[in-house]
């Protein structure tokens, strides 16, 4: 091949990292080398995301960045992958010249034997090994730390929320099988996986398609009785195919975390309506007293926007109610964006921008002080943590780390140290698990002491 070191810049959402994990699985298999660095590569992939206006014009920036290497660095090949590129071809092929091959979502498969034709010379691709996992069909080389993973168990999505554009960049809802997933998720846990994050577009929803029902609860079970994974978390879950059944599973079963993230975008039935959002107000509302009666210890995550057209001041405050009265343990936010093609995008009544920041500033106070709340709670509590990495400051080295209640990547840590006037006494490694007891708390993140070394 002319050129053979491949960088690749995944940027998104975690199911994004999925697609990147098994482009770079497959180009390995063909021979290329995988560099952790884009600007020693010599070509370089951008995996992109075009589902707000802020990630495409991260994306964007991303592109123009990277494309300084072919004048500055070893790099002469640019692709640019993902949603963007599937959703805008003709706009970017036209917008960035410096780019040699543009990929849509949907024309994943065949990338790596695409890309492999445009540097051969005609040689045959080498048989050199690099540890990839099965996914699908698929080879998946995990980007991840390696001691967990993310499981897409579904792509694509069914339910046309009217500001949303997923459906028509990955089309509709395809679940994956459940004997494959299993296999997927064994595999990982064989490499060393021991925490798994379930992701889809809607994760609740899961083998409708299939199955002619959800089939969460039952391919979660499956997942929980794979020997070498600890935790299991569910992400993604749309609030109208969580049910208390689904629940009850999770609350259960010591390996499935008691963490749920379930986006509800908002609470007034008309705003519901407006966004073609499946379910109702009501349902949300006695799923979140269900799970607050029954499973108390359950960690609920949700992700609400403002600004939607025609939202007037009511139903902002009337989602700051519910949000005061069904607090939330994590909140993400975010004010309307005006997708193209998208039926909102062409609804009257638009919000003034102003005025929809204006809302989100109001909302995320109103959270910031719930969150606190919330983290103040548990101090005193003990916990089995994962840790991720070392740190150190002025007192001394801590463990960053995590517990069932911090999902990767979106949620705050745990600061762990040993205690007053100790020292660790064994060398403690990113994946190892140990029990520690909440000492402090702040708004995302909380401090802890060390109370039991031993890997759990």
Same mark, same amino acid.
């Given at each position: 091949?002319?050129?053979? %070191? @491949?960088? =690749?810049?995944?940027?998104?959402?975690?199911?994004?990292?999925?697609?990147?994990?098994?482009?770079?699985?497959?180009?390995?298999?063909?021979?290329?080398?995988?560099?952790?660095?884009? /600007?020693?590569?010599?070509?370089?992939?951008?995996?992109?995301?075009?589902?707000?206006?802020?990630?495409?014009?991260?994306?964007?920036?991303?592109?123009?960045?990277?494309?300084?290497?072919?004048?500055?660095?070893?790099?002469?090949?640019?692709?640019?992958?993902?949603?963007?590129?599937?959703?805008?071809?003709?706009?970017?092929?036209?917008?960035?010249?410096?780019?040699?091959?543009?990929?849509?979502?949907?024309?994943?498969?065949?990338?790596?034997?695409?890309?492999?034709?445009?540097?051969?010379? !005609?040689?045959?691709?080498?048989?050199?090994?690099?540890?990839? @996992?099965?996914?699908?069909?698929?080879?998946?080389?995990?980007?991840?730390?390696?001691?967990?993973?993310?499981?897409?168990?579904? *792509?694509?999505?069914?339910?046309?929320?009217?500001?949303?554009?997923?459906?028509?960049?990955?089309?509709?809802?395809?679940?994956?099988?459940?004997?494959?997933?299993?296999?997927?998720?064994?595999?990982?846990?064989?490499?060393?996986?021991?925490?798994?994050? @379930?992701?889809?577009?809607?994760?609740?929803?899961? !083998? #409708? *398609?299939?199955?002619?029902?959800?089939?969460?609860?039952?391919?979660? %079970?499956?997942?929980?009785? #794979?020997?070498?994974?600890?935790?299991?978390?569910?992400?993604?879950?749309?609030?109208?195919?969580?049910?208390?059944?689904?629940?009850?599973?999770?609350?259960? $079963?010591?390996?499935?975390?008691?963490?749920?993230?379930?986006? #509800?975008?908002? #609470?007034?039935?008309?705003?519901?309506?407006?966004?073609?959002?499946? !379910?109702?107000?009501?349902?949300?509302?006695?799923?979140?007293?269900?799970?607050?009666? &029954?499973?108390?210890?359950?960690?609920?995550?949700?992700?609400?926007?403002?600004?939607?057209?025609?939202?007037?001041?009511? $139903?902002?405050?009337?989602?700051?109610?519910?949000?005061?009265?069904?607090?939330?343990?994590?909140?993400?936010?975010?004010?309307?964006?005006?997708?193209?093609?998208?039926?909102?995008?062409?609804?009257?009544?638009?919000?003034?921008?102003?005025?929809?920041?204006?809302?989100? *500033?109001?909302?995320?106070?109103?959270?910031?002080?719930?969150?606190?709340?919330?983290?103040?709670?548990?101090?005193?509590?003990?916990?089995?943590?994962?840790?991720?990495?070392?740190?150190?400051? /002025?007192?001394?080295?801590?463990?960053?780390?995590?517990?069932? =209640?911090?999902?990767?990547?979106?949620?705050?840590?745990?600061?762990?140290?040993?205690?007053?006037?100790?020292?660790?006494?064994?060398?403690?490694?990113?994946? *190892?698990?140990?029990?520690?007891?909440?000492?402090?708390?702040?708004?995302?993140?909380? &401090?802890?002491?060390?109370?039991?070394?031993? %890997?759990?």
């Amino acid at each position: 091949m002319k050129y053979t %070191k @491949v960088g =690749a810049v995944s940027l998104g959402c975690s199911k994004n990292t999925v697609d990147t994990e098994i482009m770079l699985g497959e180009l390995a298999s063909l021979g290329f080398e995988l560099v952790p660095d884009p /600007g020693q590569a010599e070509i370089i992939i951008v995996n992109t995301c075009g589902f707000i206006t802020s990630a495409k014009q991260d994306s964007l920036d991303t592109i123009i960045e990277m494309a300084e290497y072919k004048k500055t660095g070893p790099a002469k090949l640019l692709c640019v992958t993902g949603c963007l590129s599937q959703r805008y071809p003709r706009e970017l092929s036209e917008e960035l010249p410096e780019v040699d091959l543009f990929w849509g979502v949907r024309d994943y498969p065949a990338f790596a034997q695409k890309l492999f034709s445009l540097v051969s010379e !005609g040689d045959v691709p080498s048989a050199k090994w690099l540890p990839t @996992v099965p996914c699908c069909g698929a080879k998946r080389l995990i980007s991840t730390p390696p001691y967990r993973a993310y499981l897409r168990i579904a *792509d694509g999505c069914d339910n046309r929320c009217t500001y949303c554009a997923i459906p028509l960049i990955r089309g509709g809802r395809v679940s994956v099988p459940m004997e494959k997933l299993v296999a997927e998720a064994a595999a990982l846990a064989e490499s060393g996986v021991t925490e798994l994050t @379930v992701i889809a577009q809607d994760t609740s929803a899961y !083998g #409708i *398609d299939l199955y002619g029902k959800p089939m969460l609860a039952e391919l979660l %079970k499956k997942l929980s009785a #794979i020997e070498k994974l600890r935790w299991i978390r569910v992400l993604y879950a749309y609030p109208n195919t969580v049910t208390e059944e689904l629940v009850d599973t999770m609350r259960d $079963d010591p390996k499935l975390c008691n963490y749920i993230d379930i986006p #509800i975008q908002h #609470i007034t039935p008309r705003m519901l309506t407006r966004m073609n959002r499946h !379910g109702s107000a009501e349902h949300i509302r006695e799923i979140v007293d269900y799970i607050r009666r &029954n499973a108390p210890d359950f960690i609920l995550r949700t992700t609400v926007m403002t600004g939607f057209p025609g939202e007037t001041e009511e $139903d902002h405050q009337e989602l700051m109610k519910f949000l005061r009265l069904h607090p939330f343990d994590r909140v993400g936010a975010f004010t309307y964006s005006a997708e193209d093609g998208t039926p909102a995008a062409e609804m009257p009544e638009q919000v003034d921008p102003e005025v929809a920041e204006r809302r989100l *500033d109001e909302l995320m106070r109103l959270q910031q002080s719930v969150s606190l709340r919330l983290n103040r709670a548990r101090v005193g509590r003990e916990y089995t943590v994962l840790t991720e990495s070392v740190g150190s400051d /002025g007192r001394g080295e801590y463990l960053i780390s995590r517990s069932y =209640a911090e999902a990767p990547d979106v949620d705050g840590v745990i600061r762990v140290r040993p205690g007053e006037g100790k020292r660790f006494n064994k060398l403690i490694l990113p994946g *190892d698990y140990v029990k520690v007891r909440i000492t402090g708390a702040q708004l995302y993140d909380l &401090n802890a002491e060390l109370i039991q070394e031993e %890997k759990q």
